[in-house]
């Protein structure tokens, strides 16, 4: 079985992509300080006649398309910038399940188009500055002639299964008691089936097979795009790698040791549809 779990859709957002607006009228302004979203202190992120409205000095600004017919700008401030007295900054990822899964799937596109930006001022081989395209997203070398796109790292995400057991494991990094799936980035000439197969073996020395596509998400940590995937157990006793996994076991779905709360993440819908397959409705 692969696929999103119900309520759950490949296409989830009504946000249509584009570069230049096509009308005038109120905006959600996206500005960032860095990875931090400056938002109001008391009230969500609302649309703003202009972007002046911020109450900041404006470095960069870039327009993203439409959120169910709402013009979307991402801003870029200066890294010593103070927040207005009504604002504040807050770091993207702490607000990962703290605001609307549109705006906050937005504030992703908008935070990777601004460090894009930021980050690819000047060609990589010849040091020149670069200019932005007028027709297409990029940046370009006048003297190499080279286009500079937006980065995308995919990584993967699996969904190891063993029966009616899952993997899960916990990065030394993750708040205590709390345990995931396995995740890793895909190295250069290798495809993602074959880094599911690869990470799961480094981090745990365990063999799978039958790897099945489920479904991906944008994660903006910094640039990634999350390809998920389940897996079958094919042999090996775990032996957690000690640079990367505190901890690592199997799991029955009524047994689950705690993980991170919501519905927001892949890692998420891996579990829960682990879950909801074996009889278990996921909380």
């Known amino acids: 079985m692969s696929g999103y779990p119900a309520g759950v859709s490949p296409f989830p957002l009504p946000f249509v992509p584009a570069l230049r607006p096509s009308g005038s009228g109120p905006a959600l302004f996206f ?13 969500p992120l609302a649309p703003l006649p202009r972007a002046e409205a911020l109450g900041v000095p404006l470095g ?5 398309g439409a959120l169910e017919g709402v013009p979307c700008w991402a801003l870029s401030l200066a890294a010593d910038i103070e927040a207005p007295p009504v604002a504040e900054f807050c770091d993207l990822r702490m607000l990962f399940g703290r605001l609307p ?10 935070v990777q188009i601004v460090e894009w930006d930021r980050s690819h001022r000047f060609c990589g081989r010849c040091g020149s500055p670069t200019e932005p ?8 070398c006048p003297r190499c002639r080279i286009p500079l796109y937006p980065r995308l790292a995919p990584s ?20 205590p008691g709390i345990y995931s799936v396995l ?8 495809s993602v089936e074959e880094c599911v197969r690869r990470e799961v073996w480094e981090e ?6 039958d790897v099945r596509y489920f479904g991906s998400q944008p994660w903006p940590y910094p640039h990634s795009l999350m390809l998920g995937f389940q897996a079958r157990y094919a042999g090996g006793e ?11 076991g199997w799991f029955s779905a009524e047994a689950m040791p705690g993980h991170f709360p919501g519905r927001f993440s892949i890692a998420q819908w891996l579990m829960r549809d682990f879950r909801q397959r074996h009889g278990v409705e996921a909380p």
């Open 31 to 43: 500005a960032f300080r860095q990875r931090e979203l400056l938002l109001p202190k008391d009230g």
């Open 101 to 110: 899964e549109p705006i906050h799937a937005v504030a992703g596109r908008a």
């Open 156 to 175: 993967m995400i699996v969904a190891v299964e063993r029966g009616d057991e899952i993997l899960l494991a916990r990065s030394p990094h993750f708040p």
């Open 133 to 140: 395209l007028e027709n297409e997203r990029a940046r370009s």
């Open 183 to 190: 995740a890793g980035f895909v190295e250069a000439g290798e």
């Open 60 to 64: 960069a600004q870039h327009y993203l």
């Open 204 to 209: 745990t020395r365990i063999q799978v097979e």
């Open 238 to 248: 775990i032996q957690p790698d000690a640079r990367e996994i505190e901890a690592a």
